[in-house]
């Protein structure tokens, strides 16, 4: 089982780049790792995933050392509207399946 | 739009009363799941199914059933609501249930049981 370990919270200003890091020691040879981005009310949305190395696309970035055992999602820039919750999954294998784990991911404030 | 529609969007039951959340997809994906999610926690998965045909229990399935009626449609129900099982449920969907493809997922039923 390929847990994640994330910050509870983090506060962030506007303008500025926010970094989140996850730590997924355990994470297996074919893991991907992707995040997901949690609105109040509303289910969360795919926002990057990644194998190794760096991934970048409209959104964000996200960084993956060779020994895949960290990630970090980069937001660049941020403002109110990126005030969410913030989540951080590979996959999870167990009987040949594949189930995602959500934990209880990063609450981000973005701050005026 | 192309999506996950649930319903209902709020739904309030009291203990001991069944009923039955509705979820389809109109992106051709193979795969659906079922997850709740509780004041200020994360997502736990109850069922999915990988593909048309297959359910499969997740994290936490007990007193909830599911059916996979088409390659559209995956259904939740619950046979005899309790108050533990007052949550958010969210329905979500992947081209295949496989670490490569992300999720697309609904916008949630908001369930009271009391």
């Known amino acids: 089982l390929a847990k994640t370990t994330q910050p509870i919270s983090m506060d962030s200003y506007e303008g500025q780049e926010v970094n989140i890091t996850c730590s997924h020691n355990?994470?297996?040879?074919?893991?991907?790792i992707t995040w997901y981005q949690q609105f109040p009310s509303q289910g969360p949305r795919f926002i990057i995933q990644?194998?190794?190395t760096k991934v970048t696309n409209e959104v964000a970035s996200l960084f993956i050392p060779a020994d895949r055992k960290s990630s970090t999602l980069s937001l660049p820039r941020v403002s109110l509207s990126d005030t969410a919750v913030y989540y951080c999954?590979?996959?999870?294998?167990?009987?040949?399946?594949?189930?995602?784990?959500f934990g209880t991911g990063t609450r981000l404030k973005v701050l005026a | 739009n192309a999506g996950v529609t649930q319903t209902p969007k709020f739904q309030v039951l009291k203990t001991g009363q069944s009923m039955t959340l509705q979820c389809a997809q109109d992106?051709?994906?193979?795969?659906m799941y079922w997850y709740r999610q509780d004041p200020g926690m994360g997502l736990r998965l109850i069922y999915y199914?990988?593909?048309?045909?297959?359910?499969d229990k997740g994290e936490v399935p007990n007193g909830y059933n599911v059916s996979r009626l088409n390659k559209r449609e995956f259904s939740l129900r619950l046979e005899s609501a309790a108050p533990s099982q007052t949550s958010v449920y969210f329905c979500?969907?992947?081209?295949?249930?496989?670490?490569?493809?992300?999720?697309?997922f609904g916008s949630g039923t908001r369930l009271t049981v009391v």
């Open positions: 979500a969907s992947s081209e295949a249930i496989s670490r490569v493809y992300g999720y697309t």
């Open positions: 355990n994470i297996a040879t074919n893991d991907y």
């Open positions: 990644g194998y190794k």
């Open positions: 999954l590979v996959g999870d294998q167990p009987s040949g399946t594949y189930k995602y784990i």
């Open positions: 992106m051709n994906h193979n795969s």
């Open positions: 199914s990988a593909s048309e045909g297959t359910t």
